[in-house]
């Protein structure tokens, strides 16, 4: 066995990334890699939500995007211009939270007790209904233009702007890193470790005096209200609530595919597939694009060449490969990858 | 219109979308039958056969035919018999590179697999309507609708009634319901049916009997994605739009429609296709067109939280 590390891959992930934005102020130039670091952090946010219920838990849960929905709304809603709250940053963004909070308790209530398949479906249904309900409620959402402006947030007296990108990377690195701490103290706590023995056996784990339902109930709530801090930061980062459509199966889908390419159960493995993940999705295909655009390679009545449209085939291929191949995910948690790959004494075949 | 024609109409429509819907829950509810996974990918495979038919149509010249004509009932034959194999196939081979490897795993390995496998048919829906196709006139903006050709008759078989019964309405029936009643027979009464059932029932004890297994289950994808490409070939040239997200939306539906029936039942796949249908066809015209996709979701989550087992399916215990 290689010698582990001294430092988790998580914390070096946080230190490194806090490092980027100064040593882009002393290298001469112009540089931007800071600036679109940012939706990365967002997206990682609602990857350790998820990871608290598929991860640690075993729940997969094929609907986060609305959580994020919810919380994108709530925050606009309580800090735009139009509505009678017109609440502060902080204020906006801990109201957001309880009511991500109150929104996955109420809707594991009635949910909780079903398998696992079904359960997962009931996600699904739930996150398209809050897509359409907020397309169809358009005297409150405002429809498909999504609530907006949203006042720039204010911290401790600082006045945000949109064209100096640091304050907000270190916001939205310092509630990442808030959450990788509580994330990690969850895990290592009583009710961490009974999630994960709610994973490896649901029976035994109540046989131990754990109650699934309370454990489960609260892995919903929490995971819920992390995605719903995710929804806030989105929607202070856009400026706006974003359309209902920025809310939609694949983005569920692209954090599910964060948290099973990087490593289900393990913070650190999330936080590195949020970087392939969504750098891929940002940074990579669009500058595969510009360059191909720049070079004339794209044509546009010919489909095969835009590198776009190729985007779904490759997160699908990555969710079939890694489950045949590599189901601990790229930086495995070692509890997991133990269960995985544990061998059974194989079944003879017959005939 | 009087309310009476108006309520005649929506049933007759919401009728000829059940029968199709309920064509794609027999192959959710066969395979869920068979090994408890719940095939993500099998909305996309149906949209996968729109997109085979209308390169058949392609294949014979058939972008403006009249319907009607001896050609047009000829493509339609053609379809019907290449499209199921396509997409038979196509399902067989997924569940042979896919699936069977993770029968020994956990359970929600093989559906993140299946919803990997839903992205990547709808990545190649998405390239495939951007096959340039000498046929067709319709630009090659690949994310566009794309239209289906007319191949049959839209004339009211009623004569001057307002109510429409078209012949594309008796085209879906006589597809549909002689199909379903040689699935019941092939299940019910045949050899390789009672193999099936034994699977569903208990693999293990079905291998001991020496059943091949993994055979039985292939063939299962087989016949399944077969009745997915018969559903794709009736409901494209019942609609002619067709669409690379569209096999989403019908998976969705056709899922409700398997568990509000009973997830594992044939007869409930097909009463609960029909209920969707015309659950639809009535919100469409009694409520709004924008709420029916939310009224399918709420039954959708009703059901799995107050009658997992649906309407005809038995009440059973999750194996431990």
Known sequence: MAARPKIPFHWSFLLVAALIPLVELILPGEHHIGDLLRPIFIMALLGLGLN????????????????????????????????????????????????????????????????GDYLAIVTL?????????????????????????????????????????????????????????????????????????????????????????????????????????????????????????????????????????????????????????????????????DFLKAHQLISSSNVFTAPGNWKYMLYG???????????????????????LHHQEPPVPPAS | MSGSQIFLQQLIIGLSNGMIIALIALGYTMVYGIIELINFAHGDLFMLGCFAGLTITGFLGLDQAE????????????????????CGGLNWLVDRLAYRHLRESTKLAPLVSAIGVSFVFMNIGLLWGGVPMKVFGLGRAAAAPKAFPELVSNANLLGQSPVEFTGKDVMVLVVTLPLMLLLTWFVKRTREGKAMRAVAQDRLAAQLMGIPVDRVIGRTFLIGGALAGVASVVFAVYNNTIYFQMGYRAGIDAFTAAVLGGIGSLPGAVLGGV????????????????????????????????RPSGLLGSRAKEKV
């Open chain 1, 125 to 289: 249904a739930f996150g398209e209904i809050v897509e359409d309900v907020l397309k169809n409620l358009d005297s409150i959402t405002k429809g498909t233009e999504g609530i907006n402006p949203l006042p720039a947030p204010s911290v401790f007296g600082y006045q945000f702007r949109p064209e100096t990108y640091q304050p907000w990377y270190y916001l939205f690195l310092g509630f990442l890193a808030l959450v990788v701490l509580i994330n990690r103290n969850l895990h290592r706590s009583r009710i961490g470790r009974a999630w994960i023995s709610i994973r490896e056996d649901e029976l035994a784990s109540s046989c131990m005096g754990i109650n699934p339902m309370k454990a489960k109930l609260l892995a919903f709530a929490l995971g819920a209200a992390q995605c719903s801090l995710a929804g806030a930061l989105w929607a202070s980062y856009l400026g706006s609530s974003g359309e209902p459509g920025n809310y939609d199966f694949q983005v569920s889908i692209i954090a599910l595919c964060m948290v099973i390419v990087g490593g289900m159960g393990n913070i650190g493995g999330v936080l590195l597939g949020a970087l392939v993940i969504t750098g891929f999705n940002s940074i990579v295909l669009e500058t595969l694009t």
């Open chain 2, 67 to 86: 319907p009607g004509t001896s050609g047009t009932w000829f493509c339609l034959l053609l379809m019907l018999l290449l499209v199921p194999i396509f």
């Open chain 1, 317 to 339: 291929l990555a969710l079939i490969l890694m489950m045949r191949f590599r189901p601990e995910g790229l930086l495995p948690s070692r509890q997991l990858k133990a269960e």
């Open chain 2, 275 to 306: 209920i969707i249908g015309l659950a639809r066809a009535f919100c469409d015209q009694y409520l709004e067109t924008r709420w029916t996709n939310v009224l399918v979701f709420a039954v959708l989550i009703l059901v799995l939280v107050f």
């Open chain 1, 52 to 115: 608290i219920l598929t991860g640690f838990t075993g729940i997969l849960n094929l609907g986060v995007a609305a959580f994020m929905a919810v919380g994108a709304y709530s925050y606009a809603i309580l800090t735009c211009d139009i509505y009678p709250f017109r609440l502060g940053f902080w204020c906006a963004t801990l109201v957001t939270v309880l009511v991500g909070l109150a929104v996955g308790f109420f809707l594991g209530l009635p949910t909780i007790r079903l398998r």
